[in-house]
């Protein structure tokens, strides 16, 4: 009888500073897009015509499309290899699609097809971005994962100060920012090409200057994780919660039609029978594609993952709700304006930018600091300080109404943002399987699009129904909810280790 004898893991090299550059770098780009999307969404929107009671459902683009692509964008980048390697193809496709789109959403004059746009957006972004927080485990060693995902906080708060402030930075070169009725104002526009030129060239970069380690290199960093569980062999769980969900679903969409509820609850409740179905349809089949396995991953979810959960979701609905308002709180409470087409509205438009932009050179800087308090206080505590800081700055948009005290709330917020993009991950990447990074990284967006697909659908009818022609109360809705995220973060244990499993 032969023995098999595993060789020992061969250790991952650590990477240099241009090394961390280089892998992060693409996340500038992504982010100027990002930034313009976040700040100036709302603005084309109301140009266009939309009301403030709509604008939360016309960015029902993010979530949805989030929901489908990052998942299976996820598994299908574990599993490709060519000769851009394993993640990379997905970071240039993603950001040729979405200059394009930057091009585009500018220059409709129609709300619907501006719409259309900003779901071209936000699937091309998913395309890209997904790819590059598993790029940062595949490419760092477990005890340098902290120092790669700082480096990417920091592109993401460096390109969102840019796209933040692109078009302020265009009006003070001369460039318009009012235009007449239905039409985008040209600093507006002019930003946005800026985007989509600075997307191809840093995620670019990151292509060509990035080798990727093999298969046969991964499978000796992590043995026994890829040469001898293959694909095929893989067990699959299928769970039997389809038909409840399929229910849920079907009663939800009976309550809205029977008593004329918002129909944006239309969304949420077909949202519940498609994941229902997909239940049954993969149990029924015991399929073994891409839904199987995203479906069987849900269920074998880590306990750490489960428990971030409850955190992502409170957190994002927060963030989402801030995005969303900002632009008609601050100009109508700071400048006094609601008239799209006037000087007021623009310039108080042109103040969130700045704002937006404030906040992410905060989080630039708190990425590199964020790390020092969790080596003193752990990753779980040091994220629900962050929280907590968000939450104080959300406070402050309600209550401030100078315009530049209105920088100060920003702080808070801009910690907030830095913990978010890294502290999560952190605890991520050291217990996921290594050869799952991109499909459980994927999964764990359904607990950052979910709540923003209930933003989307629920806040316009919370908006006429509890804070009519009153939007800056939405602030204290996503302070209440950054404060439940930081109280979930309790929950949170950080002593499991990484398995190869």
Request: glycine share 10%; charged share 10%; aromatic share 12%.
């Amino acid at each position: 009888m032969t023995t098999l004898i595993r060789q020992p893991a061969r250790e991952k090299p650590r990477q240099s500073f241009w090394g961390l550059w280089n892998i992060s770098f693409g996340y500038f780009g992504i982010q100027i897009a990002f930034a313009l999307q976040n700040a100036n969404v709302s603005r084309i929107f109301q140009s266009l015509g939309s009301s403030v009671d709509d604008l939360a459902f016309l960015w029902i683009a993010g979530p949805v499309t989030g929901l489908i692509v990052q998942p299976l964008i996820g598994y299908h980048s574990d599993r490709t290899w060519g000769f851009l390697g394993r993640r990379r193809p997905y970071f240039l496709a993603g950001a040729v699609l979405a200059g394009l789109a930057l091009i585009g959403l500018p220059n409709t004059g129609l709300l619907l097809l501006a719409a259309a746009f900003l779901w071209l957006l936000d699937a091309s972004l998913n395309v890209a971005m997904e790819p590059f927080r598993a790029f940062a485990g595949d490419m760092t060693p477990d005890d340098q994962r902290a120092q790669a995902f700082a480096f990417q906080t920091c592109f993401i708060g460096a390109g969102a100060v840019l796209g933040s402030l692109a078009p302020a930075l265009f009006n003070w070169l001369g460039i318009p920012n009012v235009a007449p009725e239905g039409v985008i104002p040209p600093s507006v526009r002019y930003s946005f090409y800026l985007g989509a030129a600075a997307m191809i060239f840093s995620v670019g970069w990151t292509v060509l200057r990035v080798r990727e380690y093999s298969p046969a290199e991964m499978a000796e960093f992590e043995p026994g994780s890829d040469r001898d569980h293959g694909e095929e062999h893989e067990p699959l769980i299928y769970p039997r919660s389809g038909p409840f969900w399929t229910i849920a679903g079907i009663v939800m969409l009976g309550l809205v039609q029977a008593l004329a509820l918002d129909k944006q609850l239309y969304v949420l409740g077909a949202g519940l029978c498609a994941f229902g179905l997909i239940q049954i349809g993969v149990r029924a089949t015991s399929a073994r594609g891409a839904l199987a396995h995203i479906v069987s991953d849900l269920a074998q979810m880590p306990v750490q993952m489960r428990q971030l959960a409850f955190a992502q979701f409170f957190t994002w609905i927060g963030f989402f709700i801030v995005w969303i308002y900002t632009t008609p709180v601050v100009t109508a409470q700071a400048f006094g304006a609601t008239d799209t087409t006037s000087v007021a509205y623009n310039e108080g438009a042109d103040w969130v930018g700045i704002m937006f932009a404030f906040y992410n050179g905060v989080a630039a800087v708190a990425a590199f600091l964020l790390p020092i308090l969790a080596r003193r206080i752990g990753n779980a505590a040091t994220h629900a300080v962050g929280l907590l800081c968000g939450a104080a700055g959300f406070v402050g948009i309600l209550l401030i109404r100078n315009p530049d005290a209105l920088l100060l709330p920003m702080v808070g917020m801009g910690i907030a943002w830095a913990s978010v993009l890294s502290m999560p991950y952190v605890i991520l990447t050291r217990v996921l399987p290594p050869r799952k990074f991109g499909i459980y990284i994927g999964i764990f967006n359904f607990f950052i699009v979910i709540p923003q697909l209930v933003v989307a659908t629920l806040m316009g009818g919370v908006m006429r129904s509890f804070f009519p022609g009153e939007p800056r109360w939405t602030m204290l809705v996503a302070a209440l909810m950054m404060t439940a995220a930081a109280a979930a973060m309790i929950l949170v244990k950080e002593n499991a280790k990484v398995t190869g499993e």
